[in-house]
Structure formats: C-alpha cells, structure tokens
C-alpha cells in the first residue's frame, strides 16, 4: 500500500508553531458528492473567483479549479468533464468537512472559540495539487492495484499525498487517496500560527476519518472498492 509524506521546507513566517506530525503508511481513500456552501454551485473557475491573499505553492500559477468552500485546485488537466471536476470539488470538500468536524471534537474546549473563528478562512489559504506524475503501482501490503507518485523522501518509494508545510500545499494522486490526512496537517500548522494551546499532532489524531468515492468510478482504485459512496 502506498504512503503518504509531508515535505519540510522553509516555515511561512506565519507558522511559528512545530508541527509533530510524521509521515506514515495511509490506507487509499477515494471520493463521492457532497455539499459545500452552496452545494448548487459547483467548482468556480479560479479566473473568475475573488482575488485574495493565498499561501500558494511554489510556482503557484495554474491553479484552475476553485471548490465551493474555496480551496484552489491545481488539476494538471486530469478531470476531462465537467461533471468529473464537480465530483472532484465536491470530493475536496467532503474531506475538508469530515477534517473540520474532528478539530472541533479534539480541541480543548477553551479553545473552540477562537478555532471556529479561524476555521473558515483555512480553505482560501489551502492548495491542493492532483499530481500527474503517478503510475499504477501495486499496494505492498493489499496487493491491489493503485495510484501513486515518486516520493522526495524515500528514493524508489512511491506515496498516495504528500505536503509542504511553508506553503498550505497538498499534492495528492487523482484518486485523492491520502488528502483528509495531509489536509489535517496543513490545518494544524494555520491553527498553531494563530493560537498557542491547540495540539499539534491534528495529522495523527485526524486519522480514522471515512473515506469516499468519486460519483463515477476512477478505477483503478483500492478505494473505489473500500471507500463510502
């Protein structure tokens, strides 16, 4: 079964907290639908969303996707229709959701206020990257059939996620298997920069989340099997 890792690189100044958080063996999880602000809406192409400050990844251009919730997409042209991509904008979503929800139920309660001022902004800071550097590879453990891309920190090895921490960025395989993870990192590194009592280990904590489905079938996918519509 393939990995998922985070990159570390250069804290953004804004982080000025340590993230604990190791890379660990994620099980593949893959999408379905679900509701973000406005669940009608769909993904908004990043042209015409409202210009605001974003901690992008380096090279930050071509993003081209925004889900409803906000979050810029870089899709390497790898969702062909448009229902793909509302799928796939949707499926961000849900995970960001489901992220969301486990923060509000481990944080002190002390400091729930302050993290649900903070929570919505997250979103508009976060970039995700579906990677197009993947191949079909065969899981070590389940011996399915998966995606994955060549890890940076295990020469040889390949990871379903990865993350950099500097930058709020994701790359994830077009299965999305691995991003409730790497996303729960990245969460934990914006709330650590603007409170000093959170946790920060939400990378581990936030770990036995579901996982989903596309609302078509991206097989090859060990999640296409395992994971909820």
């Known amino acids: 079964m393939a990995s998922s890792e985070r990159r570390v690189r250069l804290r953004h100044p804004l982080m000025n907290a340590f993230c604990a958080g190791i890379a660990v063996v994620v099980a593949g999880c893959a999408p379905g639908a679900g509701p973000g602000g406005n669940p009608e809406a769909g993904p908004a192409d990043a042209s015409s969303a409202s210009r605001q400050p974003r901690y992008l990844a380096p090279g930050g251009e071509g993003y081209d996707l925004i889900t409803p919730m906000g979050i810029s997409v870089r899709t390497n042209d790898q969702y062909k229709t448009a229902a793909q991509r509302r799928a796939a904008a949707a499926t961000i979503d849900r995970y960001w959701r489901d992220v969301r929800k486990c923060v509000l139920e481990v944080v002190p309660p002390g400091d729930v206020t302050i993290v649900q001022k903070l929570l919505p902004e997250f979103p508009q800071h976060l970039s995700i990257e579906i990677a197009s550097d993947w191949k079909i590879i065969e899981g070590p453990v389940t011996h399915r059939q ?7 920190r295990q020469p040889g090895a390949y990871v379903t996620a ?3 921490e500097e ?9 999305l298997n691995g991003l409730g993870r790497q996303m729960s990192g990245e969460l934990n590194l914006w709330l650590s920069g603007n409170t000093n009592t959170l946790p920060t280990d939400l990378s581990n904590v936030c770990v036995a989340l579901p996982c989903y489905r596309f609302a078509y079938d991206n097989a090859p996918s060990q999640a296409w099997q395992d994971c909820r519509d």
């Open 146 to 152: 998966q995606q994955g891309f060549p890890s940076l």
């Open 167 to 175: 930058a709020l960025y994701v790359k994830v395989v077009p299965e």
């Open 162 to 164: 990865t993350r950099e």
